[in-house]
């Protein structure tokens, strides 16, 4: 397309890159990335592309390491079963943890920027753009409730596990999984 630009951009800058260059752009090449890393790393490689719906929109942020958060898929369920041909939500809690109650790791849930959040292989982003609070596993803390379209999910017959990524308000990569149960 012979559309190039070189400033230099933030971290969380939104870039809209058909007003930059006038088109759509079928693909693109980040370069010039400070500090260098190695592409082939995929641990410290620290770029990450979540492309946020089917127009082409994305977000590109540092990822070093993502933070491992637990999560609930249809809170209160046992085993958390999917019909992927509902046209309904799937509601998926980011829990609240805390080492101090036997958790691996502490993890304030509220500090997730539900925006950020993706689900299932489809990627697909919070149905209402806001996620809810509440203390989903009665555990005394405030856990982030979600809510993604089954359709949008990409999840298919044979799938035993769904995961969701995000971010926190501050910038840090999260990454949680749990069980599932495809029934049709």
């Known amino acids: 397309?012979?559309?190039?630009?070189?400033?230099?951009?933030?971290?969380?800058?939104?870039?809209?890159?058909v007003a930059l260059c006038g088109e759509a752009i079928p693909s693109f090449t980040v370069s010039g990335i400070s500090p260098?890393?190695?592409?082939?790393?995929?641990?410290?490689?620290?770029?990450?592309?979540?492309?946020?719906?089917?127009?082409?929109?994305?977000?590109?942020f540092g990822s070093q390491i993502d933070v491992s958060v637990r999560i609930d898929i249809k809170p209160g369920g046992d085993p958390n079963s999917i019909n992927t041909k509902s046209k309904g939500v799937i509601p998926v809690a980011i829990l609240t943890t805390a080492v101090a109650d036997g958790d691996?790791?502490?993890?304030?849930?509220?500090?997730?920027?539900?925006?950020?959040?993706?689900?299932?292989?489809?990627?697909?982003?919070?149905?209402?753009?806001?996620?809810?609070?509440?203390?989903?596993?009665?555990?005394g803390d405030t856990d982030l409730v979600l809510h993604f379209p089954t359709q949008d999910s990409g999840l298919a017959v044979g799938d035993t596990e769904a995961c969701l990524d995000g971010m926190t308000f501050g910038?840090?990569?999260i990454h949680g999984c749990d069980a599932v149960n495809i029934v049709k």
């Open 1 to 17: 397309l012979g559309c190039s630009f070189a400033p230099s951009y933030s971290s969380l800058t939104f870039i809209d890159l």
């Open 36 to 60: 260098p890393a190695d592409a082939d790393d995929p641990l410290g490689f620290p770029t990450r592309l979540t492309f946020n719906n089917l127009l082409g929109s994305f977000s590109m």
């Open 104 to 139: 691996a790791s502490d993890f304030d849930a509220t500090t997730v920027d539900p925006l950020s959040v993706t689900f299932g292989p489809g990627a697909a982003t919070e149905k209402h753009n806001k996620g809810h609070l509440e203390d989903v596993d009665g555990d």
């Open 171 to 173: 910038g840090q990569a």
